[in-house]
Nanobody, 115 residues
Framework: QVQLVESGGGLVQPGGSLRLSCAAS????????MGWYRQTPGKQREFVAT???????NYADSVKGRFTISRDNRKTTVYLQMNSLKPEDTAVYFC?????????WGQGTQVTVSS
């Protein structure tokens, strides 16, 4: 069982930045593909970014050039640096850890972009 704990969410003005962190309790953290997803009320959870065990990254078109995902295997933590934030980035952000035989989710952290 893997536990994921997100932190770093909050209220930020449009154009501002936040960095989300996700601490994982996985002994084999380095083999997991880690990702960030987000969800707003009444909508399905949507993909934001992933980073593989080989550090290949993938981003949703809506965040390319503004968000950066990274991982620190020694700290078993994945990060999401979010710059140039827009009101439409407002959502609950969820951390995900995935291998072929398992899929884990954190509880989420709220990000609100508003003036």
């Amino acid at each position: 069982q893997v536990q994921l704990v997100e932190s770093g969410g909050g209220l930020v003005q449009p154009g501002g930045s936040l960095r989300l962190s996700c601490a994982a309790s996985a002994r084999l953290f380095s083999i997991y593909t880690m990702g960030w997803y987000r969800q707003t009320p009444g909508k399905q959870r949507e993909f934001v970014a992933t980073i593989t065990r080989g550090n290949s990254t993938n981003y949703a078109d809506s965040v390319k050039g503004r968000f950066t995902i990274s991982r620190d295997n020694r700290k078993t933590t994945v990060y999401l640096q979010m710059n140039s934030l827009k009101p439409e980035d407002t959502a609950v952000y969820f951390c995900n850890a995935r291998v072929t035989w398992a899929d884990y989710w954190g509880q989420g952290t709220q990000v609100t972009v508003s003036s």
